[in-house]
């Protein structure tokens, strides 16, 4: 079975219940769309316990952005700090050299999109925020894209935004070059997109928008709400909190 995830912020105990939930097992594939780390408290752990388990692929958010631009010039330590990062740098510094490294590596090799994943028929656009501007066939890597790209990608809302995106030109060229595609993506909780589902207690509900091909499953884990996850093998929904 193939599941995404995303925006698990430091929440480990919400992370490995879900993956007691969906019954992950080495027969599966998990893909991560970004933003393990930072506001909970447990981001260096999610990160080693990603690092450990083999099938599941991790894309990077802008947090784990934040991360490797601060840690490369610390003039840039600042934004990371605002948007919460001060706990993960202090659990990372902690660690021995050598297993900063790893981390440090293993992140900077991660993928940026993968445009063109096909499971039961059907062909998902993976993303952490929004999609490349141009089309491609294979997936693209942070250490190959370029500071704009990275910045579109991992900033940018937009498709996810709060109010509906007016599509240019170059936005129904794009799309139809990638007809049938579903666009999936976090970044932005379910209960701040336009087309958000929200279900008791304001946790978020991984929602459909544009018509069904975006699908965004940022369920609001951040700020102490639902962990999404989405099976899409038959698009069955889980959660834990």
């Not at 316990?49 to 599941?56: D, Q, V």
């Not at 970044?187 to 929602?207: C, D, E, L, P």
Request: charged letters at 20%.
């Amino acid at each position: 079975m193939v599941y995404v995830m995303s925006d698990l912020h430091g929440q480990y105990k919400r992370f490995d219940k879900m993956l007691k939930k969906i019954n992950f097992s080495s027969d599966d594939t998990l893909y991560i769309l970004g933003d393990a780390i930072d506001r909970g408290s447990d981001s260096i752990k999610i990160i080693q316990t990603i690092m450990e388990l083999k099938n599941i692929i991790f894309l990077i958010g802008n947090h784990e952005h934040m991360m490797l631009e601060s840690l490369q010039d610390n003039s840039k330590m600042n934004l990371w700090f605002i948007n919460k990062g001060f706990d993960t740098y202090k659990q990372f510094i902690s660690l021995p050299k050598n297993i900063q490294y790893d981390i440090y590596d293993y992140l900077y090799s991660r993928i940026l999109v993968i445009p063109n994943l096909k499971v039961s028929n059907q062909h998902y656009y993976l993303t952490h925020s929004s999609p490349l501007k141009y089309h491609i066939n294979f997936p693209k890597y942070y250490a190959d894209a370029s500071d704009e790209e990275k910045h579109f990608v991992l900033w940018e809302r937009y498709f996810n935004s709060k109010v509906k995106h007016t599509l240019t030109a170059s936005d129904i060229d794009l799309i139809n070059m990638y007809k049938g595609h579903i666009l999936v993506c976090g970044h932005t909780k379910t209960q701040s997109v336009f087309f958000g589902n929200i279900g008791k207690n304001n946790n978020g509900r991984i929602s459909y928008g544009y018509h069904g091909h975006v699908i965004d499953i940022d369920c609001g884990c951040a700020s102490n709400k639902n962990l999404g996850c989405i099976r899409l093998d038959d698009k069955k929904t889980y959660y834990t909190f």
